[in-house]
Every structure is written in C-alpha cells, then in structure tokens.
T-cell receptor
Framework: NAGVTQTPKFQVLKTGQSMTLQCAQD?????MSWYRQDPGMGLRLIHYSVGAGITDQGEVPNGYNVSRSTTEDFPLRLLSAAPSQTSVYFCASSLGRREKLFFGSGTQLSVL | QKEVEQDPGPLSVPEGAIVSLNCTYSNSAFQYFMWYRQYSRKGPELLMYTYSSGNKEDGRFTAQVDKSSKYISLFIRDSQPSDSATYLC???????????FGSGTQLTVLP
C-alpha cells in the first residue's frame, strides 16, 4: 500500500536550471495538491487539481507549473529555479477538498 | 497578520505530562479544524478532525474548538517520547476552499 510517492527525496539545483518533482498516488483520489514548507511559514499551497485535466493556483504559484494528465500523477515543474525556491516540497492527495489529506514524504530542494 | 497563528515553540516536557497546543485564527468563516502530526523528515499525518465548536476525544488526544474566541487546542495526556514531533493546526471554511495551516509547534517529550 504505497499511498503518495514523491521523487526525488533530495535535489540540488543551480539558479536557472529546470526540474520536475514527481508525485504519484495509488488511492484513486481526485484531489491532489503541492505544498511548500519553510521555517516559520507553515505549509503553503502552490497548485492543486480536483481531477484529471483540471488544475488551479494556490497561495504561492509563481515560478511553478503543474499538469494532471492522469488521476494518479501530478508533477510539479520548476522552469527556472531561484534561491527563493529552496524549500521542502510536499505532495498530498484526498478524496475531496475537505477530506483527510494524505501526504508524501517530501522533497528537500536546494537552489544555489 | 496571518490568518492562523501558532506558537512555534520549541516545547519540551517530561514523559507523562499533559501537553496543551494552541492556535488562534482571525477568519470567522472557518468551520472545519484539524491537527496534523509531523515527524522529522516525514510528511504530516492527520491526527484529529473536528467540525464547528466542541470537544473530540481519541485515546490520549483531545481536540477543543472555541469559535467564539477563535481558538483551538490539542491536549495530549500521559505524553510519551513517541509524541515528539511538530504539530500543525489546519482549518477551512464550510465552502470548498483550501486548508490554511499554522506554522507548527515543535514538541519534545523527554524520557
């Protein structure tokens, strides 16, 4: 029972590089989301999706893109990494927006 | 001012103590209240889920909501070293809006 799987666990980028953080869930959840967690700031929503083909912006979407081509996968793309994007990133899924959120184990990203 | 305020701690207590964790909020529309527990280098996991005002108990954990004061609490009885984690409060209005998280309180229970 895998739940929410995130890869990679750690990543170091140089300013201006691009990369994709992968997220997959095997619970047939319609709702998926990406958060970033910074010291003293709590979890802040980047982007979310209420189903395949439907995405929307959260609180801090700038610098990030998402797509949802299947129910299972919800990748997060950094087009041109900046030091301000150094953070821990969490993917989460749930049956609905107000249902229990299941989180992945996180990706620690450093942008130099 | 943040919508949800949470004392970051750190909070350190001896094993067996009663722990009180708190959040205050400013948005009177919040109706669903949650507590998540996050162990080091792990994702948060849902601990308690309550709707509107009142108390909810689950084993050693009690969640309390006081909407008139815009204040929620999580009590941990007979605390154990395994309770050492960061505790995050989260809340959302009755409409289909996103969760707003507190910044988390780091708790250490000393054996």
């Amino acid at each position: 029972n895998a739940g929410v799987t995130q890869t990679p666990k750690f990543q170091v980028l140089k300013t201006g590089q691009s990369m994709t953080l992968q997220c997959a869930q095997d619970m047939n959840h319609e709702y998926m989301s990406w958060y970033r967690q910074d010291p003293g700031m709590g979890l802040r929503l980047i982007h979310y999706s209420v189903g395949a083909g439907i995405t929307d912006q959260g609180e801090v979407p700038n610098g990030y893109n998402v797509s949802r081509s299947t129910t299972e996968d919800f990748p997060l793309r950094l087009l041109s990494a900046a030091p301000s994007q150094t953070s821990v990133y969490f993917c989460a899924s749930s049956l609905g927006r107000r249902e229990k959120l299941f989180f992945g184990s996180g990706t620690q990203l450093s942008v130099l | 001012q943040k919508e949800v305020e949470q004392d970051p701690g750190p909070l350190s207590v001896p094993e067996g103590a009663i722990v009180s964790l708190n959040c205050t909020y400013s948005n009177s529309a919040f109706q669903y209240f949650m507590w998540y527990r996050q162990y080091s280098r792990k994702g948060p996991e849902l601990l308690m889920y309550t709707y509107s005002s009142g108390n909810k108990e689950d084993g050693r954990f009690t969640a309390q909501v006081d909407k008139s004061s815009k204040y929620i609490s999580l009590f941990i009885r007979d605390s154990q070293p395994s309770d050492s984690a960061t505790y995050l409060c989260a809340m959302t209005p009755g409409s289909a809006r996103q969760l707003t998280f507190g910044s988390g309180t780091q708790l250490t229970v000393l054996p």
